[in-house]
């Protein structure tokens, strides 16, 4: 047993596989990939949280791993974003103000949704305030919860993937895809942040790599174009990379036939801290995230 143990562990479930990563600060200790039964989890989302809760407290007891602090990340099916804005509100109004507005603005979502909200920065020439609103499928969310619980764990936070993948790589503009047999998620990055992603499923019955593949090559090109055609005043750069991450990204030939049909420069996962050799950072990039995270 250890005295003031600091260590934490941080999960995601992705390629039917349950990813696990043990940290203390921002070193990482130990990495674990676990099997899933492909009934207990369906594009990323866990479907039987009491499956992959057992599943997940015998890997703790197994590597003698932390059932505090502990982190996990989901894909963002289903979620939906709004940036708003409102005349500078002040006192205590603005909860009720923000609320009307996303009850206006993403209708539905109070019934079937978690809803977040956060004041974005400014500068001292903006007159108005812009709020960051997010919708989240309360399913997707109590499934990783319900799991926690199930494992006897203390769940210390859950975060949409692609915040988890944009902090681990700390582009300023680009394009992330964490591509994986079940599910591909893209991000695209503009000022350093999260302008637009899509979780995008694999439809296969049996998903394996070739067919995964086909949906990031069919996907990808038609998510760039639909970022440049709603925002044509913010358009991604002709020179902005794409970031390949996820288990798609160990195939070699991957890379180049996404350059050949977008026109992009195309590298593999990197992040600003030191790794340990052999660490597989492209499967275990969205729990780096997730360890990068100093406040919930």
Partial sequence: MRLFDNRAIAFSVESMTLRILAYSGKKIESWYSVPLSPKS???GLIVTPEIVGGILSEAIKEYNLPRTGVLCAIPS???ATQTLTLPDVKGGNLEEVVRREIRRTMPGSQDVDFVYWQKMPRDSLQK??????????????LGYADACRAADVKLRGIELRPFALLRAIDCKEGVIVQ???DNVEVVIVEKSFPALYRSIPVKDESPDAEAAGRNLMRELPFTIDYYNRSYPDAQLNPEATIYLSGELALDP????EITEVTGRE??????????????PLPQFLT??????????
């Avoid at 195309?266 to 660490?279: L, Y």
Wanted: net charge positive; aromatic share 6%; glycine share 8%.
């Fill in 41 to 43: 989890t369906r594009e």
């Fill in 77 to 79: 099916t289903g979620s």
């Fill in 128 to 141: 108005q305030l812009r709020v960051y609103a997010l919708a989240v499928p309360r399913n997707n969310i």
């Fill in 179 to 181: 591509g994986e047999l």
């Fill in 253 to 256: 030939k991957l890379a180049m």
């Fill in 266 to 279: 195309v590298v593999g996962a990197e992040t600003n801290i030191d790794c340990p050799p052999n660490f």
């Fill in 287 to 296: 729990c780096v995230g997730l360890m990068l995270r100093n406040k919930w």
